[in-house]
T-cell receptor, first 117, second 113 residues
Framework: GAVVSQHPSRVICKSGTSVKIECRSL??????MFWYRQFPKQSLMLMAT?????????EQGVEKDKFLINHASLTLSTLTVTSAHPEDSSFYIC?????????????FGPGTRLTVL | GQQLNQSPQSMFIQEGEDVSMNCTSS?????WLWYKQEPGEGPVLLIA?????ELTSNGRLTAQFGITRKDSFLNISASIPSDVGIYFC?????????????FGKGTKLSVKP
């Protein structure tokens, strides 16, 4: 149980285009999902908290107009990187809390490698 | 703000050796989590600790929640090549909202066959 999927796993795009990344909780419902970014050889940094049915909460320094988050259902959150630039190239990882499972454990998706040319 | 200090930063060991890594915090945590991340993958939860003094095992992995609630360690016994990866400790970000996590900087483990 507690499986989180992400799609796509890898994406290469041209500078100036937009990219959408999907995060799904496959066998549980998640009212809250989290989006992280990880640069090479670094730890995960929280970008935003995605709330089902309401606006996302962004961490300081993360532009909400550039990283659009939509939590349309209890099993799906999407992150859209708008007008992507090479500096947006990174590993994007989502996670979800399985509240039914109890505790503070979060379950992570496999990540999406974004490369902006 | 909250910070997690994880050590060592990296370890190079021989297959069969035991491994120990730890995580300390400047503030008290009510939950400690240990994750493993392999290249190109998301972190996988290994062990979750919810009570001070708790000692929990998962196969060859053992983790403890420190009595002061400001530290935790993870031990791996009889390491094997597939133990290679980056191990992160994590705890709730009490300064944030809705249960997000903060992470240590990770311990990169390399195992020589």
């Amino acid at each position: 149980g507690a499986v989180v999927s992400q799609h796509p796993s890898r994406v290469i795009c041209k500078s100036g285009t937009s990219v959408k990344i999907e995060c799904r909780s496959l066998d549980f419902q998640a009212t809250t999902m989290f989006w992280y970014r990880q640069f090479p050889k670094q730890s995960l940094m929280l970008m935003a908290t995605s709330n089902e049915g309401s606006k996302a909460t962004y961490e300081q320094g993360v532009e909400k107009d550039k990283f659009l988050i939509n939590h349309a259902s209890l099993t799906l959150s999407t992150l859209t990187v708008t007008s992507a630039h090479p500096e947006d190239s990174s590993f994007y990882i989502c996670s979800a809390r399985d509240l039914a499972g109890g505790g503070g454990g979060q379950f992570f998706g496999p990540g999406t490698r974004l490369t902006v040319l | 703000g909250q910070q997690l200090n994880q050590s060592p930063q990296s370890m190079f060991i021989q297959e069969g050796e035991d491994v120990s890594m730890n995580c300390t915090s400047s503030s008290i945590f009510n939950t400690w989590l240990w994750y493993k991340q392999e290249p190109g993958e998301g972190p996988v939860l290994l062990i979750a600790l919810y009570k001070a003094g708790e000692l929990t095992s998962n196969g060859r992995l053992t983790a403890q929640f420190g009595i002061t609630r400001k530290d935790s360690f993870l031990n791996i016994s009889a390491s094997i090549p597939s133990d290679v990866g980056i191990y992160f400790c994590a705890g709730p970000n009490y300064g944030g909202s809705q249960g997000n996590l903060i992470f240590g900087k990770g311990t990169k483990l390399s195992v020589k066959p």
